[in-house]
């Protein structure tokens, strides 16, 4: 199964004069996410037809071929973890990869991971309190970071 899944390299270049490879998975024409794949050179040794490293790229950036496969093994990562969200019948695919992938991702372990968020959302289903000093502080709670720090204090009094 192919999926809409490539390597591209960023066009907004560090201070350093490297450029970023991301991962980037099209789920839908006008819903894409970009994946950090933590390895950086410089945008000139970028092949985008083949969207490999150019070999001539000097040792000082890394080693092209070990920097191609540690990119091939993130790619069948991101892979593993779309084909698992579907699988699974997991609703938003881009949020559950955004939330899963990372570049030493251990793909045995989504298993558990799923199992997790099974039990924290069951976990949260049973938390809706109705006690009505409950929803109260709940409230302040979630508005604490988006008004001044004095309104919590005006609220519990």
């Known amino acids: 199964m192919l999926l809409p899944i490539k390597l591209v390299c960023d066009r907004r270049a560090r201070k350093d004069g490297s450029n970023l490879i991301s991962i980037q998975y099209c789920f839908q024409p006008d819903a894409r996410t970009l994946l950090n794949s933590e390895i950086y050179i410089p945008a000139r040794y970028w092949n985008k037809k083949l969207t490999r490293i150019i070999k001539e790229m000097p040792s000082k950036f890394g080693d092209a071929e ?37 570049p030493k991702f251990n793909i045995a372990s989504l298993d558990n991971l799923v199992q997790e968020t099974d039990l924290l959302k069951e976990k949260n289903d049973n938390k809706a309190n109705q006690d009505i000093y409950y929803q109260i502080d709940d409230y302040i709670k979630s508005k604490e970071k988006k008004v ?7 609220i519990e009094i």
């Not at 920097?67 to 698992?84: P, Y």
């Not at 001044?148 to 005006?154: A, L, N, S, V």
Request: overall charge positive.
């Open 148 to 154: 001044c720090k004095d309104m919590p204090r005006i």
């Open 66 to 102: 070990i920097l191609n496969e540690a990119l091939g093994l993130q790619m069948r990562i991101a892979e593993d973890i779309i084909l698992f969200a579907k699988k699974n019948k997991i609703e938003d695919e881009i949020a559950f990869l955004k939330k899963t992938f990372h």
